[in-house]
């Protein structure tokens, strides 16, 4: 068990996917990926809540979910009626709750395998899900395996739901019966399809993804502290944000401050100062900032305001030097 929390611990620091100690919402079904997730992440120290919405499609065994997730797991029941909607259109309805915290769901390496074999079949792409989404939800156990989920919980003494409709679904369909024929061709298909988003030689998944998703604005994590962003034909890559903690370097600047919960990053279109007064973009413009240098100048951040252009919009418990 230890092992396998230094390995989800490190993928967390690696990919700047929770704050050291802070919160997080696990979105929980029950099951042993998820059930892992939660005890999994508060063994480790984080401020760990749950999560569970109940579609109503499986009758008495839904509500046997729902049951267990709230007396286990001590999750939060939001209850949606599913009926009639499809695959996609349920999981962005459980995507639509708790948007105003930060989520984690129990996707793991057997996931991301059937991710990239239905993508493959989809799109004509080989990617697969990045550490954290576009929607902001993180995906802290894609380094374990689904069986170790099952044998953390084992080990843990933790119950979990199996869901037998999953069967039904198109990972479901993968899971069920495409992947047990790819295995007879090779025992290790597993790996090796897993092994596809690390041995690509031009772009790595999540570019690839950005890419090939229809014209408009994305944004993509690929680890590291870096971003790819995309606003229509113009494709960048800037920082992620990085806790201002006492003192940090962002390119040519240097940014102070004592203040809690402060973080700093690049300039996103739509950004405002704090109190939605005026845009970033204005203030570039009447700054006479050059559009070309415009990703690269630091924001700092509270949320998602504004508080701090460095060299522009000052803050009295802001210090930003440049050189």
């Excluded at 009926?83 to 999981?91: D, F, K, N, P, V």
């Excluded at 990972?171 to 019966?177: K, P, Q, V």
């Excluded at 009447?286 to 630091?298: I, N, Q, T």
Aim: proline share 4%; with cysteine.
């Amino acid at each position: 068990m230890e092992e396998l929390r230094e390995r989800v611990e490190r993928f967390i620091r690696e990919h700047e996917l929770i704050p050291v100690g802070g919160e997080v919402t696990c979105l929980v079904s029950g099951g042993a990926d998820s059930t892992c997730l939660w005890h999994l992440l508060g063994s480790l120290g984080y401020g760990v809540s749950a999560l569970h919405v109940n579609h109503r499609l499986r009758g008495a065994d839904a509500d046997d979910d729902a049951r267990f997730c709230a007396e286990v797991l001590g999750a939060e029941v939001v209850e949606h009626d599913g009926r009639g909607l499809s695959e996609a259109a349920l999981r962005e309805q459980r995507r639509s709750v708790g948007r105003d915290r930060l989520r984690a769901t129990g996707h793991t390496a057997s996931d991301q395998v059937e991710t990239i074999l239905y993508r493959l079949v989809s799109r004509g792409a080989a990617t697969g899900m990045t550490p954290r989404g576009e929607d902001g939800v993180v995906h802290p156990l894609l380094p374990l395996w689904r069986d170790e989920t099952e044998a953390y919980c084992r080990a843990a003494g933790l119950d979990f739901r199996r869901d037998a409709s999953n069967a039904e679904t198109k990972r479901g369909l993968i899971r069920e019966e495409i992947l047990p024929l790819l295995r007879r061709l090779h025992p290790a298909a597993d790996d090796n399809i897993l092994r596809a988003l690390d041995t690509r030689t031009t772009l790595s998944p999540a570019l690839a993804e950005l890419l090939a998703a229809p014209v408009g604005s994305k944004r993509v994590d690929l680890g590291g502290g870096l971003q790819a962003v995309r606003e229509h034909e113009r494709l960048w890559l800037e920082h992620g944000p990085v806790e201002l903690a006492g003192e940090i370097r962002w390119g040519e600047w240097i940014i102070r401050s004592e203040l809690q919960g402060l973080r700093v990053r690049g300039w996103r279109p739509g950004d405002r100062l704090a109190g939605r007064r005026r845009k970033i973009q204005d203030v570039f413009v009447d700054a006479k900032v050059p559009r070309s240098e415009r990703e690269a100048w630091p924001l700092v951040v509270r949320g998602d305001e504004v508080v701090a252009v460095p060299g522009i919009v000052e803050h009295p418990e802001v210090e930003a030097v440049r050189g």
